[in-house]
């Protein structure tokens, strides 16, 4: 049996590097931020978007959506927080 929901989670915390906990929630908004900035959707310095736009922005940018326009901005599902931690564990490997 796989990791679970709350185990990629986590291990998504751990790639981004920011966040070393263990928990069993949602990504906060300051851990969306972090995640955001790592694939390469950018949060400026100033007041972060929403939640949901940031979640949009990180499906866009980890090619789970064509367009930013058209990625949903709902929580994350199992396949889109591997397909996340694939993305992150790709770049750490090149050295992004």
């Known amino acids: ?8 989670r986590n291990l998504i915390r751990v790639e981004v590097g ?28 100033g007041p972060s978007p929403s939640k949901s736009q940031m979640r949009s922005g990180i499906r866009w940018r980890v090619e ?5 326009a058209a ?4 929580s994350f599902r199992k396949d889109e927080l591997e397909a996340i931690a694939d993305h992150l564990d790709t770049a750490a490997t090149r050295g992004e």
């Open 64 to 68: 789970l959506s064509e367009t930013e």
């Open 1 to 8: 049996m796989g990791p679970t929901v709350h185990e990629i």
């Open 71 to 74: 990625a949903g901005d709902g």
């Open 18 to 45: 920011r966040f070393e906990r263990e928990v069993d929630a949602q990504f906060t908004k300051e851990e969306l931020a972090a995640i955001a900035n790592e694939v390469g959707y950018v949060v400026d310095d």
